[in-house]
């Protein structure tokens, strides 16, 4: 299974973004996905993940900034960014549920991921 992450790009604070995660349709109907960030010297976090029945999770720093959807026609996963900051500037990253041995999906934790895509770079200028 591959995740292909795209989108990312330099963008003025109060910019938005959509990043795309292109997904095996297998995949994206039986599993719940995430998009997660890196920041320069920071641990890899949990922005937002959608199960496989379009329940969402968000981190409350996010909420209302950034939605997560599905596409099935175009087998895909995205992230819209809205009023981007510059402590959203990351390396952001789709990931894939470990629905045999993780925790549920809403807790959007990297550790219950089992497949994770290569990131895309996301900086917001002030």
């Known amino acids: 299974v591959q995740l292909q992450a795209s989108g990312g790009g330099l963008v003025q604070a109060g910019g938005s973004l959509r990043l795309s995660c292109k997904v095996p349709?297998?995949?994206?109907?039986?599993?719940?996905f995430g998009w997660f960030r890196q920041a320069p010297g920071k641990e890899r976090e949990g922005v937002s993940c959608?199960?496989?029945?379009?329940?969402?999770t968000y981190r409350d720093s996010v909420k209302g900034r950034f939605f997560i959807s599905r596409d099935s026609l175009n087998d895909a996963v995205y992230l819209q960014m809205n009023n981007l900051q510059p402590e959203d500037t990351a390396v952001y990253y789709c990931?894939?549920?470990?629905?045999?041995?993780?925790?549920?999906?809403?807790?959007?934790?990297?550790?219950?991921?089992?497949?994770r895509g290569k990131g895309t770079l996301v900086t917001v200028s002030s």
């Open positions: 959608i199960s496989k029945d379009d329940g969402t």
């Open positions: 990931a894939r549920h470990n629905r045999r041995h993780g925790r549920d999906w809403s807790h959007c934790s990297d550790a219950d991921m089992d497949v």
């Open positions: 349709k297998f995949s994206l109907n039986n599993y719940a």
